[in-house]
C-alpha cells in the first residue's frame, strides 16, 4: 500500500450487533448542483430461518452434489427443501414410523 493510512477512531469502531447506518450526507458533483445520497435497505439474502431448526451437515461426493444441485436449479429447489423432502420420504418407508 502506498501512503498514510488513517488512523482508526473510536467513533469507527463498533460492537457486533450494534451497527448503525450513516448520516445521509450531500454530495456536489463536477456541475456543483448538490446531489441527496439516500440510503436503501439490503433485502436479507435467501430465505428467513425458521424458529426450532437445527442445522446439520451433509458430507457428498462430487457426483452426488452435482446432482443435486443440478435438480435444485432444475426444479427450483434449494437444498434444504429437496433434503427435507428425501428425508420425509426415508422416515415414511422406515417400520414403526
Known amino acids: 500500500m ?3 493510512m488513517s488512523p482508526l477512531e473510536s467513533r469507527l469502531i ?4 450494534n451497527a448503525a447506518p450513516a ?8 456541475n456543483g448542483v448538490p446531489i441527496q445520497l439516500t440510503q436503501s435497505v439490503p433485502r436479507p439474502i ?13 458430507r457428498l461426493d462430487p457426483d452426488r452434489y452435482e446432482r443435486l444441485k443440478a435438480v435444485g ?3 427450483g429447489l434449494t437444498n434444504q427443501e429437496i433434503m427435507v423432502a428425501a428425508l420425509d420420504a426415508w422416515f415414511s418407508t ?3 414410523a
Open 23 to 30: 448520516a445521509q450526507r450531500e454530495s456536489t458533483p463536477e
Open 46 to 58: 435467501g430465505r428467513p430461518r425458521r424458529a426450532c431448526t437445527i442445522a446439520i451437515t451433509v
Open 14 to 17: 463498533v460492537r457486533k450487533g
Open 2 to 4: 502506498a501512503g498514510k
Open 73 to 75: 436449479v432444475n426444479e
Open 94 to 96: 422406515q417400520a414403526g
